[in-house]
C-alpha cells in the first residue's frame, strides 16, 4: 500500500489527509512537532482571551484520526534524504515514504534587529509562541507594558489580546497608516481610529532600532530609530509578517525561493514530494496573486487539489476569485475580488469609498476606469454573501449594477440596519459629481 | 500536551477580575438574596411589603449594576474575555457552588416546600409569607411556593435580560428577541395567569393557572382532569381557553415552525428558553458538543416525547371513560382517532422524508410509532380499569415526578453552571422534540453558511448552547439545519468572519444548499462533491 507522509498538521496538511483519504485507501501519516492534533491556528488568540480553550480549536474530535485511519505522529523531521525516500527525525528515528507533502507552515520574520532574540521577545504563529506569551505576559503585574512590531494581521490580533488583560500596548507600525499597503487610505485610517479608541498607543511610521535587555538578558525597553526614544517594555511581539519555515530543507535538494519551489501541480522538482499551504512558493503568480500566499483558504485549496493529484487524478491548483477575510478588535472585514490599496493602485483602477457616520462601517468599491468593471469590494462592519460576490465577479458585473443590487448581497444578521439605500445615493452623487 | 500554568492568585486580574461597580452590584444583589434567606429562617418581617420590595429592587438593581459594570466602558462587540478563565463560568468552584445552590433550591421547591414556609392549614410563614403581599395585590390570594417561584423567575429573565442586551447591544436581533422573552415571561408567564386567578373569586370562574404560552406537551397538565374540569366549568373562556390549548399545538405551532423555524417558540417565547437565553447565557459553552452527547440526546428527548404522548392518551381516555356519556367524544373514538393521527404522521415522514432522515431515526420513529399503536392495541383489547399496564394516573404522577420536577427543574435549571443552560430543553423537552421533527423536516428555517470564508476557529460550536457542533458544517460549506437548533443566533454573533446568518427561505435546496462554495475553481468542486 502506498505511504503518503505529510509533514505539518495544519489546515493544508490535514485536508490533503481527508481527501486523499475520501479518494483512497492509502496509507497516510502525519507528522507534526507541535501538537498531537490538528487544531485552527487563527483561533489561538481567543484561547489566550479566554474566550475557548484548546480543546474548542481543534476542529475534529480525538477519534476522528482513528476512525479514518489517519496516523498521527508527534515528531521533528531533522532531514529528507529523497533519494532514499526516508525522513530523519530528531530523535533519530527514520520514516519511510512513497509521496512526501510539506503542508510545513511559516515561521515569523525577524530582520536581524539587535536584540531580536532576546528572552521575552516573540512572535505569534505556534501554539509554543502561545505557551511562551502565556509566560511572558500572564498578567499586567508580571507585564507593565507590551511593544508590538510591525502592523499587519498578527500584530493587531496581539494587541487585542493583550488588550484583554489589561496591559498597556504600544503598536509600532512602519507604514504612515494601519496596513495601507493593502487597505485604501479611507479604510486604514478609520482602523487607525478603532484601535485608539480601544486605548491602544499605536505610532505610525516608525521603525524599532534595537531591542535593549536587563541583567539578566530579558527585554526591558525598545527603541524607537526615528527619534531615538526608548520605550521601556516587558514583552516585545515580533509581527512582521511570516516567512516559510524551510531552514531543514535547505540541503535537501529540493529547489528553495523564498519558499518551496512549486508548479502549478504544487510538485516540487523532486519527484513524488510536494509543498502546500504557506510553505508552497508558485514559480509564477497565480494572477493578483502572490507566489507566497499565507492564508487559511488558500491552504484548504491547495491541499484539496493535491489530494486530486496523489489520487491519480493530476489536477493544477486553480483558486477562484479571491476573497479574505479578518477581524480588527470589533470591526470584521471581508473583500472580494481585488480592492488595491492607494500606494499600489494600478492605473486602470478607480474606488468609490463609502464611510457611515459611526466611523465603524465603511467599504470601498473598485471599478476599472474604461469598462466600468467591478473589481472588488472591501466591506467593513458588514456581512456580504460569498456566492454572490463569486457569481458578479464572474459574470463580470458592472458597480453601477453592483451598487444598485447591493442589497441581494447583504448578509447581516436579521433585523440589522441596512445602508444599501445610503452607499446608492453616496455613489450617484459621486457619479454626478465625475 | 503541556498546560500553562495559571496564575493562582485571588485577587483576580483582567478579564476576571471585578471592578468597583461590579463589587458594589455584588453587594447589593447578596443583600436583597439575604433579606429571602432570612425570611426563610422564619425571620419575621415586620412591613412585608417594604421588605419584599427591598429585596426584588436590591436583587434586580444588583443584577442590572453588575451588568453596567461589566458593558458599559467597553466599546460594543463580542467581548467574551475571560470566560474559560472565570471560575463560575468554567466549572470552577463558584460554578460548582452556584449548581449545588440552584439544585437544592429546587429540591425544596418541588418536594420540601413546607421548608419554604408554605402550611397546610393556615397562614404562610417563612419566605412564602413574604410574597404575600404582592400576591394579594395581582390574584387576591396568598403567596404559594409557586407564586414566590415565578416572581423570582420573572425577576431574572427581567434583570438578566437587561444584562443579555447590553452585552449584545451591537446585535439587533438579540436585542428584539431578548424583548420578547422578557415580554412573554412577564405578561403570560407572570401577570396573565394571576388576573385569571382573580376571575375565580366569582362563582361562574374555576379556571386553573394556565400560561397561555406554554403549550402541550410541555404544559403537560393542561390534561390533567382537575385542570379539565376547571376550563370546562368556567364557561365560554373556559372552553375557549380549552380550544386555544388545542389549537397551539396542531395549528398555531406548525404554522409558525413551518415560517420561521421552532426559535419562535425556543428563544423568543418559551419560558425555559427565556431563563435559558438570559440567566443562563454566562453558561452557555458548557454544553456537550461531542457526537456521543448528541446520540444520548436523540434517545432520550423522543423517549421523553413518546412517553408524554403515552401519558397524555392515557388521561384524556380516562377522563372520557368517567361518564361515558358526558362529552359527545367517547373513549374508543378518542383512542382510535390518536392511533389515526399517529399513524397519518409516521406514514408521512416515512413516505415524504425518508431520505432526509438518518438511518438511526427512521429505527426510532418506526420503533416508537409500533410502541405506541401496541399500547393502545393492548388497551383496546382489554376490558380493565387500568389504562395500557399502569394506572393513568400513576403514569402522570411519574411523568410529573421524573419529568416535571426532576429533569426540567433540579437537572434542567439546577446544573445551568456544570451542563450549561440547554440541558431540559435539548435532553428532556418533549415540546422541542416535536419542534424538532418538523424544524428538521419541513420549515423554512436555516442557518447559511458564508460560501468558504470559515476558519475553523470554534468560537460558533463552543458558544452553541444546544452543543451543536456548528463548524463541522461551516467549514465544509454547508448549511446548518439540525433539529435541536433553537435559532439563538450567537453562533452568527460570535463568528469573526461573518460566515453564519440564521434566515428563513425556500425548502428547495435548503439542506443540501447550493454548489458547496470554498473558493476553488469549479471543475475541482464537481470532483469533491462527487464524493
Known sequence: MEHIVIIGNGISGVTAARHIRKLSDKRITIISAETDHFFSRTALMYIYMGHMKYEHTKPYEDWFWEKNKIELKRAFVKQVMHAEKELILEDGGKLSYDKLILAIGSKSNKFGWPGQDLKGVQGLYSYQDLETLEQNAPNKKVCKRAVIVGGGLIGIELAEMLHTRGIPVTFLVREDSFWNVVLPNGESEMINRHIRNHHIDLRLGVNLKEILADEHGRARAVVIAETGEEIPCDIVGLTAGVSPNTDFLKDSGIELGRGIKVNRYLETNVPDVYAIGDCAEQHEAIGNRRPIEAVWYTGRMMGETLAQTICGNRMQYNPGHWFNSAKFFDIEYQTYGWVNSDERLPEYEEHFHWIHEDDTKCLTIATHKETGKFLGINTFGIRMRHEVFDAWLTEERSTDFVVQDLAMANFDPEFYKSFESQILEAYTNQTVKA | ?531
Open chain 2, 1 to 531: 500536551m503541556s498546560t500553562v500554568q495559571r496564575n493562582m492568585s485571588l485577587t483576580g486580574e483582567p478579564p476576571k477580575t471585578l471592578n468597583a461597580v461590579q463589587k458594589f452590584a455584588t453587594i447589593l444583589g447578596m443583600f436583597g438574596l439575604a433579606i429571602l434567606l432570612l425570611a426563610a429562617f422564619n425571620i419575621n418581617f415586620p412591613n412585608k411589603a417594604l421588605w419584599l420590595a427591598i429585596s426584588l429592587l436590591s436583587i434586580s438593581g444588583g443584577i442590572i449594576l453588575f451588568a453596567k459594570g461589566a458593558y458599559a466602558n467597553e466599546l460594543e462587540g463580542i467581548k467574551n474575555h475571560g470566560v474559560w478563565f472565570k471560575s463560575v463560568s468554567s466549572r470552577g468552584f463558584l460554578g460548582w457552588l452556584a449548581g449545588i445552590a440552584l439544585t437544592g433550591f429546587y429540591i425544596i421547591l418541588y418536594f420540601y416546600a413546607e421548608f419554604l414556609g408554605l402550611n397546610a392549614n393556615g397562614a404562610n410563614t417563612g419566605v412564602i409569607s413574604l410574597f404575600d403581599p404582592l400576591s394579594k395585590i395581582l390574584s387576591g390570594n396568598p403567596a404559594s411556593q409557586w407564586f414566590v417561584y415565578g416572581t423570582l423567575y420573572t425577576i431574572a429573565i427581567f434583570a438578566f435580560g437587561i444584562k443579555f442586551i447590553w452585552k449584545y447591544r451591537h446585535n439587533r436581533y438579540e436585542r428584539i428577541r431578548t424583548m420578547s422573552v422578557m415580554f412573554f415571561q412577564t405578561a403570560f408567564a407572570f401577570l396573565i395567569p394571576e388576573f385569571m386567578a382573580r376571575l375565580n373569586s366569582s362563582e361562574a370562574y374555576n379556571l386553573p393557572y394556565y400560561d397561555l404560552k406554554s403549550v402541550w406537551p410541555l404544559n403537560y397538565y393542561l390534561f390533567d382532569s382537575y385542570s379539565l374540569d376547571g376550563l370546562l366549568s368556567s364557561g365560554n373562556l373556559g372552553l375557549y381557553m380549552l380550544l386555544f390549548g388545542v389549537a397551539s399545538i396542531f395549528i398555531i405551532t406548525p404554522i409558525l415552525t413551518y415560517k420561521y423555524g421552532k426559535r419562535w417558540y425556543c428563544s423568543w417565547v418559551c419560558g425555559c428558553g427565556g431563563l435559558a437565553e438570559t440567566a443562563g447565557d454566562p453558561f452557555r459553552q458548557l454544553s456537550d458538543k461531542s457526537m456521543f452527547a448528541w446520540k444520548v440526546e436523540r434517545w432520550v428527548v423522543h423517549s421523553v416525547l413518546v412517553f408524554a404522548v403515552v401519558m397524555t392518551t392515557a388521561l384524556v381516555s380516562t377522563y372520557l371513560g368517567n361518564d361515558p356519556n358526558d362529552y359527545w367524544l367517547t373513549r374508543d373514538v378518542f383512542l382510535i382517532g390518536v392511533a389515526v393521527f399517529l399513524t397519518l404522521i409516521f406514514a408521512g415522514i416515512w413516505f415524504f422524508k425518508r431520505a432526509a432522515l438518518n438511518k438511526d431515526a427512521r429505527y426510532g420513529a418506526a420503533g416508537y410509532f409500533i410502541i405506541i399503536i401496541a399500547l393502545i392495541g393492548i388497551h383496546y383489547g382489554s376490558n380493565t380499569e387500568n389504562i395500557f399496564i399502569f394506572e393513568a394516573s400513576e403514569l402522570r404522577q411519574w411523568y410529573g415526578f421524573i419529568i416535571g420536577a426532576v429533569f426540567s427543574g433540579v437537572i434542567g435549571t439546577g446544573f445551568y453552571p456544570i451542563f450549561g443552560n440547554r440541558v431540559w430543553c435539548r435532553f428532556g423537552c418533549p415540546m422541542a422534540a416535536i419542534l424538532g421533527i418538523q424544524q428538521r423536516l419541513f420549515s423554512r428555517f436555516r442557518i447559511t453558511t458564508n460560501g468558504g470564508q470559515c476558519i475553523s476557529c470554534g468560537n460558533c460550536s463552543t458558544y452553541c448552547e444546544m452543543g451543536i457542533d456548528v463548524r463541522s458544517y461551516a467549514q465544509k460549506g454547508e448549511n446548518i439545519i439540525r433539529a435541536s437548533c433553537v435559532g439563538c443566533g450567537i453562533c452568527s454573533a460570535v463568528c469573526p468572519r461573518g460566515v453564519l446568518k440564521l434566515e428563513n427561505g425556500p425548502l428547495e435546496g435548503r439542506i443540501d444548499g447550493n454548489q458547496v462554495l470554498l473558493g476553488n475553481d469549479v471543475d475541482l468542486m464537481a470532483m469533491v462533491n462527487k464524493n
